[in-house]
Nanobody
Framework: QVQLVESGGGLVQAGGSLRLSCAGS????????MGWFRQGPGKEREFVAY????????DYATSVKGRFTISKDNTKNTVYLQMNSLKPEDTAIYYC????????????????WGQGTQVTVSS
């Protein structure tokens, strides 16, 4: 059974940092593009970042560029999202996802999803 399990969410003050992790099991994700998405209260799920299988390319939503960094450790089947300079508008449930092939910011392209981890940023 394929599983993606996120961790590292929590409550943080504006300007603070959090590091999310997403551990995969059930198959190897070393050939996958891994992505992070988020869904805030009353909002649709939106793209945050993705990284390709070899970690040679990544892309970010404009709203997080320069503040968030995505990375991948294929030996651990794990993808990370380092979030710095957090803002209240970053408050959301953060999901990791995996897809075969190249990266895309479109959630519908990703076949495997985690259950999400809550990030709350207080002002």
């Amino acid at each position: 059974q394929v599983q993606l399990v996120e961790s590292g969410g929590g409550l943080v003050q504006a300007g603070g940092s959090l590091r999310l992790s997403c551990a995969g099991s059930g198959r190897t994700f070393s050939s996958d593009t891994m992505g992070w998405f988020r869904q805030g209260p009353g909002k649709e799920r939106e793209f945050v970042a993705y990284i390709n299988w070899s970690s040679s390319y990544s892309d970010y939503a404009t709203s997080v560029k320069g503040r968030f960094t995505i990375s991948k450790d294929n030996t651990k089947n794990t993808v990370y999202l380092q979030m710095n300079s957090l803002k209240p508008e970053d408050t959301a449930i953060y999901y990791c996802a995996a897809k075969r092939g190249g990266g895309t910011p479109y959630a519908r392209s990703y076949g495997d999803w985690g259950q999400g981890t809550q990030v709350t940023v207080s002002s």
